[in-house]
C-alpha cells in the first residue's frame, strides 16, 4: 500500500512540474521571440523482479524548436530570425541568447536590444552604428549598411538549449556552451521590419493544463483511498 501511495506522490510532483511549465508558456503567449518550455519524463524503477515499483521523474525540461509566425512592423530596428540561429546579446549574466530582434541605437551609436543590453556581431563584440546616419539597411545575411557603407553586421549564432536550460529574462537563454556563429548557411538569414511572435499555441495550452488538472485530482482520489484502505486495514488488525 505504501507503494502505491509513494508512485502517486511522483506522479503528482511530475504534474505539478508540468503544470507550471504550462502556465509560464500560457503567461508568455505574446512575448516576442519566446520558445514554448516541454518537460519528458521517465520511469525509475526501484527494485528488481515481481517486487520492482516504477516511479514518475521529476523531469527534464526542454526548448520547443518550432517557429514562431514573423509579423511585419516596417520598424528598421526590428529583426525576426529566418532558419535555426539566434541573435546574441551581452549581459551581466554573460553571453545570452535570444530570438527577440526588438532592437535601437543608443546615443552612442550601439545596437542594443528592448532591454538595453549591447547586440553582438558574429566575433562576439558589440556592434557600433554611426549616429549621425540614421537607422541601418540590413542584408539576407545580417550585414547592416549606412549610406551604402557596410558598418557591421548582426550575429547569428548555432545553439543548442540542451536539457534543464537556464532562462534569462522573458526570451533569452543562458548557453552552457559557448555558441557557434552560423557561416555559409543559405537557409539562414535575418528579415529587417519583421518580428517572431512567440511560438506558444494558447489554445493547445490550456487544453493540456485541463489534462493535467483533471490528472492531479485522479491521482489526489487514489492517494485519498489509498490512505482510507491502510485505515481500514489498521482498524481491522487493531480489532483482532
Known amino acids: 500500500m505504501q507503494d502505491s ?5 511522483s506522479s503528482q510532483i511530475a504534474l505539478e ?36 515499483v516504477s516511479f514518475a521523474s521529476s523531469g527534464k525540461t526542454y526548448l520547443s524548436g518550432a517557429h ?9 530596428f526590428d529583426f525576426a530570425i529566418q532558419g535555426d540561429a539566434w541573435f546574441a546579446i551581452e549581459t551581466p549574466a554573460g553571453t545570452v ?19 538595453g543590453y549591447p547586440v553582438l556581431d558574429g566575433g562576439g563584440a558589440p556592434i557600433q552604428l554611426d549616429p549621425r ?13 549606412q549610406n551604402d557603407q557596410l558598418v557591421g553586421a548582426i550575429g547569428l549564432y548555432n545553439f543548442d538549449p ?11 537563454i543562458v548557453p552552457a556552451r559557448t555558441p557557434e556563429p552560423v557561416t555559409d548557411r543559405s537557409d539562414v538569414g535575418v528579415a529587417q521590419g519583421f518580428l517572431e511572435e ?13 489534462q493535467v488538472q483533471r490528472a492531479f485530482e485522479n491521482t489526489a482520489a487514489l492517494m485519498r483511498q489509498t490512505d482510507s484502505s491502510t485505515d481500514d486495514a489498521i482498524k481491522t488488525l487493531g480489532s483482532k
Open 198 to 210: 512567440s511560438n506558444v499555441n494558447p489554445v493547445l495550452e490550456m487544453t493540456r493544463l485541463i
Open 162 to 172: 540542451g536539457e534543464n536550460f537556464v532562462r534569462y529574462g522573458n526570451s533569452g
Open 68 to 76: 514562431g509566425a514573423l509579423t511585419e512592423t516596417g520598424n528598421p
Open 17 to 52: 512540474r508540468r503544470l507550471d511549465t504550462i502556465a509560464d508558456n500560457v503567461a508568455n503567449a505574446s512575448t516576442i521571440g519566446f520558445r514554448a518550455t516541454g518537460v519528458k519524463f521517465e520511469d525509475v524503477v526501484s527494485g528488481t523482479g515481481p517486487k520492482s
Open 133 to 145: 546616419n540614421g537607422p541601418p539597411k540590413a542584408g539576407a545575411d545580417g550585414s547592416l549598411r
Open 97 to 115: 541568447m535570444t530570438r527577440d530582434g526588438r532592437f535601437s541605437m543608443n546615443e552612442n551609436g550601439e545596437l542594443m536590444s528592448i532591454e
Open 5 to 9: 501511495l509513494y508512485v502517486a506522490l
